[in-house]
């Protein structure tokens, strides 16, 4: 293996609970009000549970053999060139997602904090800040991780909390009396974000101490996730208004400045962006780690930091031009995304695992 430092347990925790919000937290909610409305929280439910189900499956690809990442499994299952050729799917799709996320966060910033930034230069800094911590390795994004989960957690606990005197229940009864289609069909695209992206794990298992109690933690993190991603499109329905909360880029951003406590603590959004600054610097990280790990694997380089400078600038080029805005951004993710997510985080996961399977069957019976 390339990579030769290992996390513990609980950073592993720590890094999926971290993944799973990563961009969902805040552009989640107004992409499943605008098709599920009033029910988008049971859309929401919907898809925890079948996020639970999509980690099971990844569970039982990496038990197939553990001390193998993604890619390496991939040519152990499929044969060399077959899994090559896997491996670059994923690869590209990891460069894909890496890109639009980095023009997610530049989005948000030249749009809702400092307005008159150059989009450009905020993802160069962002870029250039994940850069080192993938060039530092796997343990001081794992150690770093746990410094900043604190932060991350309790700004959003605390706009949970804060929030809720303003809460109006009404806005989302009667519960699925009306839509009933449109809160199942919701639940397509919701799974895009952030649930068919997890087979990223796939590649970071092997440097978790411990496999068994990993597996676990993989459960815990989903759901922790989940809930909170949950909650917060409760909230945002109950307090916004489920049409309002549909027709805003960034509702949970929007939920923060509702928040008035006596007239005296009022407009404390900084929380949602402290906490989405968090989430969605280490899904990035993570994202441009497996990427620079697999392409090094790809290449039979003997470090992971060979290409790592170039993928930075290629990653800031890409989110600039892909997208011309966030408004086509999420029309991508509501519309288009599902597919390729779906065919890349359970159609190819499912291959290795079936393939794995029968490998493993034909293996024992010539034993026998």
Avoid at 41 to 49: E, F, S
Avoid at 75 to 81: A, F, V
Avoid at 241 to 263: M, V
Wanted: aromatic share 14%; glycine share 6%.
């Amino acid at each position: 293996m390339i990579e030769k430092g290992k996390i513990g347990v609980r950073q592993f925790t720590v890094l999926v609970l971290m993944y799973t919000l990563g961009t969902a937290v805040i552009i989640l909610p107004s992409l499943t009000a605008s098709y599920a409305h009033a029910n988008a929280w049971i859309t929401m439910v919907i898809a925890m549970l079948i996020g639970i189900g999509i980690v099971f499956m990844l569970n039982c690809v990496i038990s197939i053999d553990w001390k193998k990442n993604l890619f390496e499994l991939s040519e152990h299952i499929l044969g060399k060139w077959v899994g090559k050729a896997v491996s670059v799917l994923f690869l590209t799709y990891i460069l894909l997602l890496t890109a639009t996320n980095l023009r997610q966060i530049g989005e948000f910033i030249t749009t809702q904090v400092t307005v008159e930034t150059p989009i450009q230069f905020v993802m160069f800094i962002f870029m250039m800040t994940s850069l080192i911590g993938v060039r530092l390795g796997l343990e001081v994004i794992g150690r770093t991780s746990e410094i900043f989960f604190p932060y991350a957690f309790t700004s959003l606990i605390l706009l949970l909390i804060l929030v809720a005197p303003e809460a109006d229940f009404r806005n989302v009864q009667p519960v699925l009396q009306e839509d009933i289609g449109g809160t199942f069909l919701a639940v397509i695209p919701t799974l895009t974000t952030p649930y068919l992206e997890l087979f990223i794990f796939l590649a970071i298992f092997p440097y978790v101490h411990r496999f068994k109690p990993a597996k676990k933690a993989f459960y815990i993190g989903v759901i922790i996730g989940s809930v909170i991603l949950t909650l917060i499109t409760l909230m945002c329905l109950a307090v916004l208004g489920p049409d309002f909360t549909a027709r805003q880029i960034f509702p949970s951003y929007i939920l923060g400045k509702k928040i008035s406590l006596a007239n005296f603590l009022e407009r404390i959004e900084i929380l949602v962006a402290i906490a989405w600054f968090f989430t969605i610097f280490f899904k990035i990280t993570l994202n441009f780690y497996v990427l620079n790990l697999g392409m090094s694997h790809f290449f039979n380089l003997k470090s992971t930091k060979t290409l790592s400078t170039p993928l930075a600038f290629i990653i800031i080029i890409m989110g600039i031009i892909l997208f011309t805005d966030i408004i086509y951004y999420n029309e991508f993710v509501a519309y288009y995304a599902p597919y390729y997510s779906a065919t890349i985080g359970i159609l190819l996961p499912m291959l290795l695992l079936l393939v794995g399977f029968i490998r493993k069957k034909k293996k024992k019976s010539k034993v026998g």
